[in-house]
Nanobody
Framework: VQLVESGGGLVQAGGSLRLSCAASGRTFSDYAMGWFRQAPGKEREFVAVIDWSGGNRRYVDSVKGRFTISRDNAKNTLYLHMNSLKPEDSAVYSC??????????????????WGQGTQVTVSS
C-alpha cells in the first residue's frame, strides 16, 4: 500500500485542520488504518486507529473529544479531523496501515505501510 498524506499546515490554537491519507496499490478496505505523530526530540506517538469497516475506533487520551478518525473505502482515503488544536499537537503526522483489518493496534511496529508525513504546527 502506498500512502500519501495531505492537509497539514499552520493554524492558531483553537483552530481546526483535516488531514487526508490517500491509499493506492492494494485493497484499502483490507487494512486497519492509524494516525501517528512525532514532534522534534520526541518518540513517535499513537494518535488514533480505525478498523477496516470504520465501525471501531480508538484514540490516545490526549485527543479524545477533539480529534475524529474516519475513512471512505470507496475513495481509498483516511481522514483525521482535528478540532480545538493546541500547541502540543504540533508534530509530523503520518498515516499507516496494518493487517488484519479488524484488529485495532496502537503499536507502531505492527503497522506494515507508512506515509511520508505531513507537518502540523499550532501557534499559541
Amino acid at each position: 500500500v502506498q500512502l500519501v498524506e495531505s492537509g497539514g499546515g499552520l493554524v492558531q490554537a483553537g483552530g481546526s485542520l483535516r488531514l487526508s491519507c490517500a491509499a493506492s496499490g492494494r485493497t484499502f478496505s483490507d487494512y486497519a488504518m492509524g494516525w501517528f505523530r512525532q514532534a522534534p526530540g520526541k518518540e513517535r506517538e499513537f494518535v488514533a486507529v480505525i478498523d477496516w469497516s470504520g465501525g471501531n475506533r480508538r484514540y490516545v487520551d490526549s485527543v479524545k473529544g477533539r480529534f475524529t478518525i474516519s475513512r471512505d473505502n470507496a475513495k481509498n482515503t483516511l481522514y483525521l479531523h482535528m478540532n480545538s488544536l493546541k500547541p502540543e499537537d504540533s508534530a509530523v503526522y503520518s498515516c499507516a496501515a496494518s493487517w488484519p483489518g479488524h484488529v485495532l493496534t496502537d503499536t507502531s511496529s505492527e503497522y506494515h505501510y507508512w506515509g511520508q508525513g505531513t507537518q502540523v504546527t499550532v501557534s499559541s
